[in-house]
């Protein structure tokens, strides 16, 4: 093996390991959500974790929907929900 054929197997078995550190970075920092690190992830997952992935994610849509509904996701001083709210 050749010093070039070396650098590339090297390039090929970093590169996942960079992307993953990296979406670690970005999640920590707060630049971007759990969600869009699971979904950049998802194709990388064996199958049945992407089932598993997707009933987690379903659960917790439908979770937060029924929040919704119910009225506990709202800011009381949200003014485009509650006009005329006083803001603190």
């Known amino acids: ?23 670690l970075y970005l999640l920590r920092k707060g630049r971007i959500t759990a969600t869009t690190t699971v979904g950049a992830l998802y194709d990388f997952l064996p199958r049945d974790r992407q089932q598993a ?15 919704d509904e119910s009225g506990a996701l709202r800011d009381p001083t949200d003014e485009r929900i509650c006009p005329g709210a006083e803001q603190e």
């Open 1 to 23: 093996m050749d010093l070039a054929q070396l650098a590339l197997a090297a390039l090929i078995l970093a590169l996942p390991l960079l992307v993953v550190l990296l979406l």
């Open 53 to 67: 992935t997707e009933v987690v994610v379903e659960q917790e849509a439908h979770k937060k929907m029924e929040e």
